[in-house]
């Protein structure tokens, strides 16, 4: 930044780099009125403190610099003006609007906020996640996660063996004492959403079934998994 002078917002926001801090406060001890600026920017910085709690993203700072370039783009006059007592207030404002719009777009991060995650995804890291697993024996191994605040379940399988032919590995949700079908599955090494609202179920099971499944399991299930045993 070729004028030092346009470094007064940043300074007091701690927005600048060692080397920008280093030259700024060889020249703070020679200007004045950029030491008076600093000082009224930072109390009014402190009093966005008490009101704005919010952590700013990383391209604030070139926010912050970008608009204080346009705002001021001559150095402080020496000579008292009125100018000089409103100039802080202004520079002061910008950094509100821009504290503003951090506040306004700056959430804390949910699962679900982000759409960029699978629904498996938002199951698995959600904050009430509970999981059950079961070892399969040489069958392998099955583990069903559920959230209740996303009334969904998750089941992942790790080697289990394929279902025999003309057959499926079907997916339940018991509610009230009922099977409800939540899918199918073919075995192996899977993660699959199972269908349904989980929030409600006490558990869920693994059948086999005829290929394409079947309104009621057929079969004593494979795995029953019983939220209450949930950790």
Request: aromatic share 4%.
């Amino acid at each position: 930044m070729s004028d030092i002078h346009k470094l007064t917002g940043a300074y007091a926001l701690d927005a600048v780099d060692d080397l920008e801090r280093a030259a700024f406060e060889r020249h703070l001890a020679e200007c004045e009125d950029c030491r008076d600026e600093v000082a009224s920017l930072r109390e009014t910085a402190a009093l966005l403190a008490d009101s704005v709690a919010v952590t700013p993203p990383p391209s604030l700072r070139a926010s912050v610099l970008t608009g204080i370039t346009h705002v001021r783009p001559l150095p402080p006059i020496v000579a008292p003006s009125r100018r000089a007592a409103w100039f802080p207030l202004l520079v002061a404002a910008s950094i509100v609007a821009v504290l503003g719009l951090a506040a306004a777009v700056w959430q804390p991060w949910t699962p679900s906020d982000n759409p960029s995650l699978t629904v498996a995804e938002q199951v698995l890291r959600a904050p009430d996640a509970q999981s059950v697993s079961i070892d399969l024996g040489d069958k392998g191994r099955a583990t069903v996660t559920r959230s209740k605040s996303l009334h969904k379940a998750v089941i992942r399988t790790e080697d289990m063996a394929p279902a025999p032919s003309g057959q499926t590995y079907q997916l339940w949700l018991q509610q009230r004492g009922d099977m409800v079908s939540a899918g199918l599955m073919e075995g192996g090494t899977e993660e699959i959403v199972l269908d349904g609202d989980a929030a409600t179920a006490s558990a869920a099971g693994v059948t086999i079934e005829p290929a394409g499944g079947s309104e009621k399991p057929n079969l004593p299930p494979v795995a029953l998994f019983d939220f209450s045993q949930a950790t």
